[in-house]
């Protein structure tokens, strides 16, 4: 059965810090990949998502991923963090049908 | 306005008792799902609904059961069997066919079971 491995449970940071965190699947064929995020309070949302093309991936609030087929890897960046980043966010992968398989999520803390 | 409705937002209910989740969606999605979140563990596949009259067991199916009579809705019940049911419930949906599959989230449910 496919994995989905988020190395870091909890993260804090200053404002303005460079954030990058760890995704890792395990699957050795096509798969679609995403990094979702909720807020406080609020919806799970989709921040970007990779099907086929250019590996690097640019969502929404500054965020981009980078897809490295040979590290199984899907690593979430952003460059410089606002309080508002707050949240957790979960990595998940589609291999076969239409089931996700999320990670276990990472709770970033952006200290103001 | 569309999307994904869930009610509750918070459930208590006392053990042994059986107990109903709600999800409603308006997006015209044909596939619907049932997740579970708990600390640590992201999100769990329960069960899910690729079309009306038809659904699936996911990872962690025992204990649940679900019904899906209606495209707009797939209620989710929590059985007595269901041995740790104190969680937070989310439920999705998606367009299955093609290459474009991404999942809407409802606001979700917290069960509390005493």
């Known amino acids: 059965a496919q994995s989905v491995s988020q190395h870091n449970h909890h993260v804090i940071l200053s404002e303005a810090a460079s954030l990058e965190l760890g995704c890792n699947y395990s699957y050795g064929g096509t798969v679609n990949l995403f990094w979702y995020v909720q807020y406080p309070g609020q919806h799970l949302q989709l921040l970007l998502k990779?099907?086929?093309?250019?590996?690097l991936v640019k969502g929404i609030k500054g965020f981009e991923a980078e897809f490295i087929k040979s590290k199984f890897s899907f690593n979430l960046r952003k460059p410089s963090v606002q309080w508002s980043d707050t949240a957790e966010y979960f990595c998940?992968?589609?291999?076969?049908?239409?089931?996700?398989?999320f990670g276990g999520g990472t709770r970033v803390l952006v200290k103001p | 306005d569309g999307g994904i409705t869930q009610s509750p937002k918070y459930l208590f209910r006392k053990e042994g008792q059986n107990v109903t989740l709600s999800c409603e969606q308006n997006?015209?999605?044909?596939?619907m799902y049932w997740y579970r979140q708990d600390p640590g563990q992201g999100l769990r596949l329960i069960y899910y609904s690729q079309i009306v009259n038809d659904f699936q067991k996911g990872d962690i199916a025992e204990g649940y059961s679900v019904s899906r009579e209606k495209k707009e809705s797939f209620p989710l019940t929590v059985t007595s069997a269901q041995k740790n049911p104190t969680a937070f419930y989310l439920c999705?949906?998606?367009?299955?066919?093609?290459?474009?599959?991404?999942?809407?989230f409802g606001p979700g449910t917290r069960l509390t079971v005493l």
């Open positions: 998940a992968v589609r291999a076969a049908g239409n089931k996700l398989t």
């Open positions: 997006l015209n999605h044909d596939a």
């Open positions: 999705a949906s998606s367009i299955p066919s093609g290459s474009y599959n991404e999942q809407f």
């Open positions: 990779y099907f086929s093309g250019d590996p």
